[in-house]
Nanobody, 120 residues
């Protein structure tokens, strides 16, 4: 399985970005998907995840601003990010797993990362 993330960029505080992550290869085996991020000088952290049956989980700071969704017909997961803040600046990674729920440390498959920079 290969994951290709896109949609990052530079945006001003208060702006929006939509990240996409398309799975290819044996993508039919994927059940759970999610997004992690790694801010400069910090550890990678879970931002949001979505299970095979559509249940979602968000990091506290993402609640009310970010929305994770998936299109199973396209094997793609999205992260709509609104009201972005400078502290959202990070490299964002998509991840996927064959299990129904994404493990805490992320799935068995990872995308290459996409940079999100929010200026104040």
């Amino acid at each position: 399985v290969q994951l290709q993330a896109s949609g990052g960029g530079l945006v001003q505080a208060g702006g929006s970005l939509r990240l996409s992550c398309a799975a290819s290869g044996s993508s039919s085996s994927i059940n759970s998907m999610g997004w992690y991020r790694q801010p400069p000088g910090k550890q990678r952290e879970l931002v949001a995840r979505i299970s095979a049956d559509g249940l979602t989980y968000y990091k506290d700071s993402a609640k009310g601003r970010f929305t994770i969704s998936r299109d199973n017909t396209k094997n793609t997961v999205y992260l709509q990010m609104n009201n972005l803040k400078p502290e959202d600046t990070a490299v964002y990674y998509c991840t996927a797993d064959r299990r129904g729920r994404l493990p805490t440390m992320g799935g068995e498959y990872w995308g290459q990362g996409t940079q999100v920079t929010v200026s104040s």
